[in-house]
């Protein structure tokens, strides 16, 4: 999966929560996908 799109703003698409995810991912060997609300993807 490369994107993942939330309306989910207050837990999944925090801007403060996104960088510890990526760190507690990308320490397990994986990588995070990118994390857009739908005005994000659309350039609203």
Known sequence: ????????CR?????AIVGRLR???EGQGHELPEIYT???LLGE
């Open 23 to 25: 760190r507690l991912v």
């Open 38 to 40: 739908p005005e994000e």
């Open 1 to 8: 999966m490369d994107i993942l799109l939330t309306w989910n």
């Open 11 to 15: 837990h999944i698409a925090n801007a």
